[in-house]
């Protein structure tokens, strides 16, 4: 059983100029975001992240066919980052089982928001590189 650990990837962040994401002030995000994704890295292990034991955190596996224009944009981005990854000396390519999302709830007046990330094969560093407030990603 192995830990799984985050961290912001703020070279490949996507912004989401919702006031509910990337405007938020940072006591905000520490208090909701951070001390959310801590929960679940002391709750859970990798193995329960990948193997779907976790209610509505799952691997995005079908993400390149969702038709809502956040589901698009968030699966282009993916390209982008594997694309950068080619580029260094140890390749890692992320498929869409290695893009998950985590519910994080607790937000005034939300009723939780979606951090979306990926994992590099092999690894058990959940990257952040996506907020979701008002669940766009899966919105169709």
């Known amino acids: 059983m192995s830990k799984f650990t985050w961290r912001i990837d703020s070279e490949n962040y996507l912004s989401n100029n919702s006031k509910y994401a990337d405007k938020m002030s940072v006591r905000h995000f520490i208090d909701k975001v ?49 694309a950068k990854l080619g580029n260094k000396p140890m390749p890692a390519q992320i498929s869409e089982q290695d893009i998950y999302q985590f519910k994080i709830k607790g937000f005034e007046g939300k009723q939780e928001y979606r951090c979306f990330g990926y994992f590099l094969p092999g690894d058990s560093l959940f990257n952040l590189i996506y907020l979701d407030p008002d669940h766009e990603i899966y919105k169709e």
Not at 48 to 71: Q, T
């Open 34 to 82: 951070c001390h959310g994704l801590d929960e679940y890295s002391e709750k859970y292990t990798l193995e329960d992240v990948k193997a779907g034991r976790i209610k509505y955190c799952h691997a995005c596996a079908e993400l390149r066919k969702k038709d809502s224009g956040s589901a698009k944009r968030l699966y282009g981005h993916m390209q982008e980052i594997n």
